[in-house]
T-cell receptor, first 112, second 113 residues
């Protein structure tokens, strides 16, 4: 069990560019979650998958955001046309049907 | 909208002292998780409480879930510098916390050696 892995750990990009983050969950965890955390705040839920099905999306997930989990294993979160307000830590977590969520160390996004 | 408020927001105490952190909501949760987060890292799960009135102990940490399952507290005995970090409570509508989590505002704890 190697834990939840997120890549990259840091991403710096110019406003207007697209970015993509990857999350590899704990093996055999069928549920995968994305959260966003801004400085000084608790994480805010974005979306979650059970296997490859996206079961819930927050209103925070605007049309510039898209998440996929095509084979029910790793997931990607893409942000198109990034804005200053997208600067945050993006956290991924995974669980199975009878376990609480375990988090990765996040991808810190900075928009110049 | 479910909201979780934590108090205090910041707490700085001397090594060896005791402290209590509170997590309050107007909503009922099926389960509540406590996490600790250090700078640049993801939250690490400390405990899950499910039953109203439940008390769980983890070494010097004692967690309690309110009878109405709307609030929780974390008590640390004889705090040590290693306890320093951001403590987050998170409520879930699922017993195992395996659906959407609603996080509290966090308590930033600093233990002074």
């Amino acid at each position: 069990d190697t834990g939840v892995s997120q890549n990259p750990r840091h991403k710096i990009t110019k406003r207007g560019q697209n970015v993509t983050f990857r999350c590899d969950p704990i093996s055999e965890h069928n549920r995968l979650y994305w959260y966003r955390q801004t400085l000084g705040q608790g994480p805010e839920f974005l979306t979650y998958f059970q296997n490859e099905a996206q079961l819930e999306k927050s209103r925070l997930l605007s049309d510039r955001f898209s998440a996929e989990r095509p084979k029910g294993s790793f997931s990607t979160l893409e942000i198109q046309r990034t804005e200053q307000g997208d600067s945050a830590m993006y956290l991924c977590a995974s669980s199975d049907d009878r376990q609480p969520q375990h988090f990765g160390d996040g991808t810190r996004l900075s928009i110049l | 909208t479910q909201l979780l408020e934590q108090s205090p927001q910041f707490l700085s105490i001397q090594e060896g002292e005791n402290l209590t952190v509170y997590c309050n909501s107007s909503s009922v949760f099926s389960s509540l998780q406590w996490y600790r987060q250090e700078p640049g890292e993801g939250p690490v799960l400390l405990v899950t409480v499910v039953t109203g009135g439940e008390v769980k102990k983890l070494k010097r940490l004692t967690f309690q879930f309110g009878d109405a399952r709307k609030d929780s507290s974390l008590h640390i005995t004889a705090a040590q510098p290693g306890d320093t970090g951001l403590y987050l409570c998170a409520g879930a509508t699922a017993n195992f916390g395996n659906e959407k989590l609603t996080f509290g505002t966090g308590t930033r704890l600093t233990i002074i050696p």
